[in-house]
């Protein structure tokens, strides 16, 4: 149960953040004060943006461990959604999304990449032991607080049909498919 809530708290998750990168707009939230510490990212000291985003205001405990995670780190985007601060960044063509609730505490991180070498071999062989016939086309690697084993969402395809595949502790399971027809 636990896993099936976490995979569906992950699924709507990676929803909303495709949809917001679709825009490709940075989103209309504004900042909000709360009573814990906040430090003024302004632009170009953790975003490296030459364009004057204005201001946001992000959490000192949550920008300290991003900092402390993802040192070398450059044009990162931050945005406040509901309960939670958004960092989106690229390194190496891969997006990646790191979330913190309001009080600075780590959430989850997802990568993202189309590069399905980059997938574990033990994860690929999973994979592709039982889609033989498919190609991987996208990978979201999730790592997450309540959960201690990375979860990979593999999409797959073939000619008819895509499949999101959810690999986690050796374990596999099909948790979406969709006709291309």
Same mark, same amino acid.
């Given at each position: $149960?636990?896993?099936?809530?976490?995979?569906?708290?992950?699924?709507?998750?990676?929803?909303?953040?495709?949809?917001?990168?679709? *825009?490709?707009?940075?989103?209309?939230?504004?900042?909000?004060?709360?009573?814990?510490?906040?430090?003024?990212?302004?632009?170009?000291?953790?975003?490296?943006?030459?364009?004057?985003?204005?201001?946001? @205001?992000?959490?000192?405990?949550?920008?300290?461990?991003?900092?402390?995670?993802f040192p070398l780190c450059t044009d990162v985007r931050w945005r406040q959604v509901d309960d939670e601060y958004n960092a989106t960044f690229h390194v190496d063509s891969n997006e990646? $999304?790191?979330?913190?609730?309001?009080?600075?505490?780590?959430?989850?991180?997802?990568?993202?990449? *189309?590069?399905?070498? $980059?997938?574990?071999?033990?994860?690929?062989?999973?994979?592709?032991?039982?889609?033989?016939?498919?190609?991987?086309?996208?990978?979201?690697?999730? @790592? @997450?607080?309540?959960?201690? *084993?990375?979860?990979?969402?593999?999409?797959?395809?073939?000619?008819?049909?895509?499949?999101?595949?959810?690999?986690?502790?050796?374990? $596999?399971?099909?948790? @979406?498919?969709?006709?291309?027809?």
């Open positions: $149960m636990k896993k099936k809530s976490l995979s569906i708290l992950i699924a709507g998750s990676l929803a909303l953040f495709a949809l917001d990168n679709a *825009n490709g707009q940075p989103g209309n939230s504004t900042a909000k004060n709360y009573s814990t510490t906040s430090y003024n990212i302004e632009s170009g000291i953790l975003s490296g943006s030459e364009k004057g985003e204005g201001i946001r @205001h992000v959490n000192i405990d949550a920008v300290r461990d991003f900092m402390k995670r990646t $999304m790191v979330a913190y609730k309001n009080n600075g505490r780590w959430v989850y991180t997802i990568n993202r990449y *189309n590069n399905e070498k $980059m997938l574990p071999t033990e994860v690929r062989a999973l994979v592709k032991k039982t889609y033989y016939d498919y190609t991987i086309s996208h990978i979201d690697e999730v @790592h @997450h607080t309540e959960q201690p *084993n990375t979860i990979y969402l593999v999409l797959i395809e073939d000619d008819k049909t895509l499949k999101t595949i959810r690999v986690c502790d050796g374990e $596999m399971e099909e948790i @979406h498919e969709l006709s291309k027809e």
